[in-house]
Nanobody
Framework: QVQLVESGGGLVQAGDSLRLSCAASGRYAMGWFRQAPGKERAAGASISWSGSMTYDAESVKGRFANSRDNAKNTVYLQMNSLKPEDTAVYYC?????????????????WGQGTQVTVSS
């Protein structure tokens, strides 16, 4: 069983930046998903085990950057130019997929989530 622990969420103002972290041991592709109030969970950004392949959803492209430090067993989501519509619970997830995993059904393990709230 893989345990995923997210951290770094909080309350920020529009235009601010925030960095989320997810600690996870093992050789997995990783992804960040988010679920806004009243909406379904949606893909945000994904990264392969090596870090050589990434995927960004259109809603975050150019503002969010996914990276990882395998020596520290940690993946990061750097979120810049935050908007009120980025308000959501952010989840990290681990996938056994070779390469980058995009869909939720490709992920085997999920974290508990961390709240990000962006005020206008």
């Amino acid at each position: 069983q893989v345990q995923l622990v997210e951290s770094g969420g909080g309350l920020v103002q529009a235009g601010d930046s925030l960095r989320l972290s997810c600690a996870a041991s093992g050789r997995y592709a990783m992804g960040w998903f988010r679920q806004a109030p009243g909406k379904e969970r949606a893909a945000g950004a994904s990264i392969s085990w090596s870090g050589s392949m990434t995927y960004d959803a259109e809603s975050v492209k150019g503002r969010f950057a996914n990276s990882r430090d395998n020596a520290k067993n940690t993946v990061y989501l750097q979120m810049n130019s935050l908007k009120p519509e980025d308000t959501a619970v952010y989840y990290c997830a681990a996938s056994s997929t070779l390469g980058v995993a995009v869909g939720m059904n490709e992920y085997d393990y999920w974290g508990q989530g961390t709240q990000v709230t962006v005020s206008s």
